[in-house]
């Protein structure tokens, strides 16, 4: 309702699916929505100037490197874990590697073997501070 347009609940709609089944050996870049339900040996990144929602199913398993905007995980993940918004740990979501996250949610039974690292909305590493100047 007041500032800003963007929602730190992840999108419903999902644009591609992996099935169960379906082993995937490289990086995957995407925008919209990506629902998980097989295997992927490689980095999985959403587009940086479009929000990215990934859901991993139950019987998912991502190995390498994920960079969305928001994150639904209740699979395996081994490998570190980069939302720019919000994150949320299923029952069943096994993660072993660092979550970078700025809103979490974790459910029972989640498991999370490394840090949890809050990400503030003030801190970037794309962000150059700027000196003001100085009159004498």
Known sequence: MFGSSKSNKPQSRI???????TTING???FSGGLRVDGHVRGNVNSAE??????VLSD???????????HAVINGTVVGPVHAVEY?????KANVTGDV?????????????????VYQSEGKSDKVVPIKPAVAE
């Open 15 to 21: 644009d591609c699916l992996i099935g169960a089944g």
């Open 49 to 54: 100037d479009k929000p990215g929602t990934l």
């Open 100 to 116: 970078h996250y700025r809103t979490l949610e974790i459910q029972l039974g989640a498991v999370v073997q490394g840090r949890l």
């Open 59 to 69: 019987q998912a398993r991502i190995e390498g490197e994920i960079r969305v905007a």
């Open 27 to 29: 990086d995957i870049n």
């Open 87 to 91: 994150v949320e740990l299923q029952g």
